[in-house]
């Protein structure tokens, strides 16, 4: 059977990044990206601004929302201290063992915890079953209308606390109305928007930032 665009981008890993290279497994990706398949990956722009805010954030505890190819799962996780520790959540049974495969080729498999489900069936398992207390850092990136029942789980779930940071990808495009409307004009975040362009593309899309204030 042919192989998936996605068993592409780890083949191209594979084969021309360097073993242990986070930077080389991300320029190899956005490289395939750019030059031969686009895919979702929140890519060397945005990247930039999600590199910023993670430095900002400097987490102990970080957590993704979809993983796919594990692309931001290996930007994040280049920047965490030692102690630090990225969940990052995938149901696709498909692209889990992809990200594995790039995250290990990166370095980061001692960095990176991913659990493969629904979002909306692991969060609630985040602090008894995976030890978690609050999260300091958490990226949005999965389909865009679980944005918002994702975040008010974290909120319920008692995951949130005063100074956490979430990172919305495609506040732009596709967008995700929803979880803009849950965190602005709302008294428990502080919202920075942060225009940018669609991955690998022309086409204009943006990030959102929003603190927890508790
Ligand atoms: C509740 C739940 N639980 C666990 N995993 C979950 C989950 N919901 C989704 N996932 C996982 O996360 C990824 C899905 C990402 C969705 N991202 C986008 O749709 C996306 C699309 C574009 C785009 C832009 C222009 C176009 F013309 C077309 C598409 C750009 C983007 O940056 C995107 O992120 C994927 O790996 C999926 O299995
Ligand atoms: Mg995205």
Known sequence: MDQSKEQRILNSVSYNAIKGDAESVLDCIDKYCSQKEWAMNVGDEKGLILDKIVKEADPTVALELGTYCGYSAVRIARLLKPSAHLFSIEFNAEFVPIAKEIIEIAGLEDKVTILEGHAQD???????????????????????????????????YGLLRKGSILLADNIGFPGAPDFLKHVRNNEHYECTHYPSHLEYMKAPDAMEKAVYLG
Do not use: C, G, M, S
């Not at 609050?134 to 918002?148: G, P, S």
């Open 122 to 156: 692991i969060i609630p398992q985040l602090k008894t079953k995976y030890n978690v207390d609050t999260l300091d850092f958490v990226f949005l990136d999965h389909w865009k209308d679980r944005y918002a029942p994702d975040t008010i789980l974290l909120e319920q």
